[in-house]
């Protein structure tokens, strides 16, 4: 065992105090993390020094280079030992979660490890460098190192090389197939998604100590579904961005399913819309901010308008278009469409998401589909849509936001749902 040991860590790249810059972001190594960490627990910086395995010197360098990268001093020193500034408890909250999250990895891959559950979690965590992270994430991203290099900045064959140093040191398989068909196992795709989370926990990290600065120009991403588009999400970011004028805010459309996967790896921060009744995944929570029910919806001068009592024959007699399957709507279409005759199949439907295109298409058909009165706002507001006068019953569903269970928000991100549940009361 020690001879396989020495074997891998031969294959290891040599440890380097420098700072990784991948796609226009420092991030700190994670071996002055684990120093630092180190440090904290310990109140002693030569005691940390001694547990990652580096001399005092080099330790003090990794500590002075972490104080450069988050603009400050971190550890203040009180005799023999040190304790962290305000500043330093900021990094020091943010190390521990990323060193969580890469020993849950660690344990995970070491019960499939073909060396040993004990040797391949401390291969891990000891081993794994940003740049490896930084390289499977990219990868998982984008589906092959070519494309991954690409939005790394780097040359290919580094990346490549930097998520194969990774999968030696789990000593699990991180990919299969061969090169143009390469995908990630489930291990990789498990450290993928971890991998996420951390450079996600050390972005938090960095706009945290920004706003003990005073500089509140962090980043909130959000994912949104189709019926907090039109008003809601609007009016909280234009609230967030008169509070937080330096913010910045990227929104993200998407059908549940993709936003829920991307919520879970730290690739969004929120997801806003109709709340699923049935279980959520784990790891999720949800929080209701209002109920919403739902209309069928046609152009203001459709001929079902001048009906004074509308069956579901009627309604039968017009094209539709509908939601994806599987979605909160399509189930209250179906139940609404198992009351209408058999040859209403025939007319032909339109199937879409897109509350640009079903607008577009309404205005220039004599179509239905069913919306929330709050996605037409505008357009009613205008004369152009119009709600038909019939009631779907049970169409009634919460809308809110869901978010990691783990998650902890930076304040820019608490203005941000903050003014998510304002602009909810409205």
Same mark, same amino acid.
């Given at each position: 065992?020690?001879?396989?040991?020495?074997?891998?860590?031969?294959?290891?790249?040599? &440890?380097?105090?420098?700072?990784?810059?991948?796609?226009?972001?420092?991030?700190?190594?994670?071996?002055?993390?684990?120093? &630092?960490?180190?440090?904290? *627990?310990?109140?002693?910086?030569?005691?940390? +020094?001694?547990?990652?395995?580096?001399?005092?010197?080099?330790?003090?360098?990794?500590?002075?280079?972490?104080? @450069?990268?988050?603009?400050?001093?971190?550890?203040?020193?009180?005799?023999?030992?040190?304790?962290?500034?305000?500043?330093?408890? =900021?990094?020091?909250?943010?190390?521990?979660?990323?060193?969580?999250?890469?020993?849950?990895?660690?344990?995970?891959?070491?019960?499939?490890?073909?060396?040993?559950?004990?040797?391949?979690?401390?291969?891990?965590?000891?081993?794994?460098? =940003?740049?490896?992270?930084?390289?499977?994430? #990219?990868?998982?991203?984008?589906?092959?190192?070519?494309?991954?290099?690409?939005?790394?900045?780097?040359?290919?064959?580094?990346?490549?090389?930097?998520?194969?140093?990774?999968?030696?040191?789990?000593?699990?398989? !991180?990919?299969?197939?061969?090169?143009?068909?390469?995908?990630?196992?489930?291990?990789?795709?498990?450290?993928?998604?971890?991998?996420?989370?951390?450079?996600?926990?050390?972005?938090? +990290?960095?706009?945290?100590?920004?706003?003990?600065?005073? !500089?509140?120009?962090?980043?909130?991403? =959000?994912?949104?579904?189709?019926?907090?588009?039109?008003?809601?999400?609007?009016?909280?970011?234009?609230?967030?961005?008169?509070?937080?004028?330096?913010?910045?805010?990227?929104?993200?459309?998407?059908?549940?399913?993709?936003?829920?996967?991307?919520? !879970?790896?730290?690739?969004?921060? !929120?997801?806003?819309? @109709?709340?699923?009744?049935?279980? *959520?995944?784990?790891?999720? *929570?949800?929080?209701?901010? &209002?109920?919403?029910?739902?209309?069928?919806? #046609?152009?203001?001068?459709?001929?079902?308008?001048?009906?004074?009592?509308?069956?579901?024959?009627?309604?039968?007699?017009?094209?539709?278009?509908?939601?994806?399957?599987?979605?909160?709507?399509?189930?209250?279409?179906?139940?609404? @469409?198992?009351?209408?005759?058999?040859?209403?199949?025939?007319?032909?439907?339109? *199937?879409?998401?897109?509350?640009?295109?079903?607008?577009?298409?309404?205005?220039?058909?004599?179509?239905?589909?069913?919306?929330?009165?709050?996605?037409?706002?505008?357009?009613?507001?205008?004369?152009?849509?119009?709600?038909?006068?019939?009631?779907?019953?049970?169409?009634?569903?919460?809308?809110?936001?869901?978010?990691?269970?783990?998650?902890?928000?930076?304040?820019?991100?608490?203005?941000?749902?903050? #003014?998510?549940?304002?602009?909810?009361?409205?």
């Amino acid at each position: 065992m020690p001879e396989l040991v020495q074997r891998v860590e031969q294959a290891l790249p040599e &440890f380097s105090d420098a700072v990784v810059d991948y796609g226009m972001q420092s991030y700190p190594n994670l071996r002055h993390i684990r120093l &630092f960490d180190a440090a904290v *627990v310990l109140g002693s910086l030569s005691r940390a +020094a001694e547990a990652v395995h580096i001399s005092q010197p080099a330790a003090s360098q990794a500590i002075s280079k972490l104080e @450069a990268l988050f603009g400050g001093l971190l550890l203040n020193r009180q005799g023999a030992g040190v304790f962290p500034t305000e500043r330093g408890a =900021i990094l020091a909250r943010r190390a521990r979660r990323s060193l969580e999250l890469l020993r849950e990895a660690s344990v995970s891959l070491a019960r499939q490890s073909r060396i040993g559950k004990g040797l391949a979690a401390d291969l891990l965590e000891v081993h794994a460098t =940003i740049a490896q992270l930084r390289a499977l994430a #990219a990868f998982a991203d984008a589906g092959s190192f070519l494309a991954a290099a690409r939005l790394l900045g780097q040359a290919e064959p580094s990346v490549q090389r930097a998520a194969r140093q990774l999968e030696r040191v789990g000593a699990v398989p !991180l990919f299969d197939g061969a090169y143009r068909s390469l995908r990630l196992t489930p291990s990789g795709a498990m450290l993928a998604s971890r991998a996420h989370l951390i450079l996600r926990e050390l972005d938090s +990290a960095r706009e945290e100590v920004r706003e003990y600065e005073g !500089l509140f120009d962090g980043r909130v991403v =959000i994912g949104t579904l189709p019926l907090v588009r039109t008003r809601i999400i609007p009016a909280a970011v234009a609230k967030l961005c008169s509070l937080r004028p330096q913010a910045s805010v990227e929104i993200l459309d998407g059908d549940y399913d993709s936003l829920a996967g991307a919520l !879970l790896t730290g690739k969004i921060d !929120l997801l806003v819309g @109709a709340l699923r009744r049935q279980t *959520v995944e784990k790891g999720l *929570v949800q929080e209701t901010l &209002f109920s919403d029910g739902v209309s069928i919806i #046609a152009r203001a001068d459709h001929p079902l308008l001048a009906k004074r009592r509308i069956t579901h024959r009627d309604l039968a007699d017009y094209p539709w278009v509908l939601p994806r399957e599987g979605t909160p709507t399509r189930a209250i279409f179906n139940a609404l @469409a198992e009351q209408f005759p058999a040859e209403w199949r025939s007319k032909g439907t339109i *199937v879409t998401g897109s509350l640009v295109a079903i607008r577009g298409i309404l205005l220039q058909t004599d179509r239905l589909t069913i919306l929330s009165r709050q996605q037409i706002e505008y357009d009613e507001r205008a004369g152009l849509l119009s709600v038909v006068s019939f009631a779907l019953p049970h169409s009634e569903r919460p809308i809110g936001m869901t978010r990691r269970s783990n998650w902890e928000p930076t304040a820019l991100q608490r203005d941000f749902i903050e #003014a998510l549940r304002e602009a909810s009361c409205i």
